[in-house]
């Protein structure tokens, strides 16, 4: 398919990251320490991206509230630890390829243990909800619950280490700024999961279809194709992006609880309601937005650090209360 | 007379408490295109709308093609080679003017002499390939809803108002199209408020009120009879020009 003539991007909420990035560039006064939380804050906003994606394809296709995404963040992240734990030795060596060979097989399961769990939860607990909001907020956070006790259960209720293996630890030193390994890692995996994901979007039938099915999902029907089946798949592969997210938040942190997922649930619907309910690319500035705003805001004043991402999506909604990029509903 | 592609017998859609078909009964015949005519509210929209199965049928029997669809899923009927036209166009705003098109075209990409004639019939189409359809005129969304259902063959075409909002030119433009399409043996079931254009281009009318079919029979016959209009659509074609 031909590139899209004609089709202009909306510089506008680019142009919002550069001037919050330049903003704080003033405020903050060291190009140094500048650099460093720039690149903290992208790699957060991209971890962020990483496990909402799902969720706002989710409600945009499909119009269910999904309290419980976080359950498949906290999975993810339960299985690198055993994961790692398998791989104890190649995630202990003095190597990068023997540490990739362990970190891979934990990426790997929390994504495909992740994935079929939703697709166990899409049939037995989102399937009976359907076009009921209420319903569905109840019983995904009852969901929730159930699957944190289950956690409970085979990991214990104690905070679990997830130390990250050797080589991706420590800094780039250059000059006196100090970035660390594992945030240039984060990063350049956010954006190659979002590049796949524009590809997929912009590339091809199915995401034609997708694109299609958040917009008006009754005509994709009425035009012959099954969106019950295409909402299984986004779903399945929403909850897998959750788990290999969960994977990296967790050794993002080192460390893991049975409340890591739960704990992301706020900052994600606050992504995805500023980036536009169902919009990838929203999803993809939001969390930028967000992610940078956090370090920025906790360097400068810490005291307002927790209230300052509720502040952003209220002045985000007063300039575009459709968010970033909103999907157009027809 | 020409044998009937699609029956309606005695069929009843509720939408939530409200009642609104009561034993609808008529047929499409093959390679026609019929009229639904009504006053607002009478149950025309619902009518297509639960042919396709967007509404489900309480009771009675739809049957496409001899075969009961009544209880299909609405991607299975519209397999069967029934397109929609819903009365708000149904475009994807945020797709191309062609993946709006890619995606309507379910046995490859719209190429060809279909591609061909829709860029005859809508010239728009063309001229607009790449552009976001959300970015079209309201006309020229109604030419690419239109030109959705026919980029492929298809056995049945529902169409809900094509003429709805729309400046005089177009809609003449829009009922030289349609004229063009009835000679490829398309069968047509619309539903019209514009009585210019349902005299143009109908063979066969039905006539519904509150929710049931009140008269069925040649669109010339009742063009011809302004007693009879009046009676039933409360007011004569030649007011409504």
Known sequence: ?????????????????????????????????????????????????????????????????????????????????????????????DSFLANLAAVMPAMLAAMLVAGLLGWFFERVIIRPVYGQHLKQILITTGGMIVAEQLIHVFWGPDLQPLARPASLRGAFIIGDMAIEKYRLIAVAIGLVVFAGMMLLLNRTKIGLLIRAGVENKE???????????????????????????????????????????????????????????????????????????????????????????????????????????????? | MAENLLELSGVHTHIAQYHILQGVEFAVPRGELTMLLGRNGAGKTTTLRTILGLWRASAGTIRFESADITQRETPDIANLGIAYVPESMGIFAGLTVQENLVLAARNGAPAGERLERIFRFFPPIKTFWHLPAGLLSGGQKQMLAISRAIVEPRKLILIDEPTKGLAPAIINNLIEAFAELKQTDTTILMVEQNFHAARSLGDSVAVMDSGRIVHTGRMAELAANEALQTKLLGLSLETHQ
């Open chain 1, 1 to 93: 398919m031909k590139p899209i003539e004609g089709q202009r991007l909306d510089w506008a909420p680019l142009a919002l990251l550069a001037a919050v990035g330049v903003a704080a560039l003033a405020l903050i006064g060291s190009p140094s320490t500048w650099v460093t939380l720039t690149i903290a804050g992208l790699a957060m906003g991209l971890l962020i991206f990483i496990m909402a994606s799902g969720l706002t394809l989710v409600f945009g296709l499909m119009d269910v509230m999904n309290f419980a995404h976080g359950l498949f963040i906290a999975i993810g992240a339960y299985l690198a630890v055993s994961t790692l734990r398998l791989f104890s030795a190649a995630a202990g060596a």
């Open chain 1, 219 to 330: 005509m994709v029907e009425a035009m012959g194709y099954r969106i019950r089946r295409l909402f299984v798949g986004v779903f399945v592969a929403g909850s897998a992006l959750a788990g290999l997210g969960g994977a990296l938040w967790g050794m993002y942190q080192e460390s893991v609880t049975v409340h890591i997922g739960a704990n992301m649930m706020v900052l994600m619907f606050i992504v995805i309601i500023i980036g536009g309910l169902g919009s990838i690319g929203g999803c993809f500035a939001g969390a930028l937005l967000v992610g940078l705003v956090a370090n920025y805001v906790g360097y400068l004043a810490p005291k307002v650090a927790l209230g300052s991402n509720i502040l952003l999506m209220v002045l985000v909604l007063l300039w575009r209360p459709q968010g970033l990029y909103p999907v157009s509903k027809t």
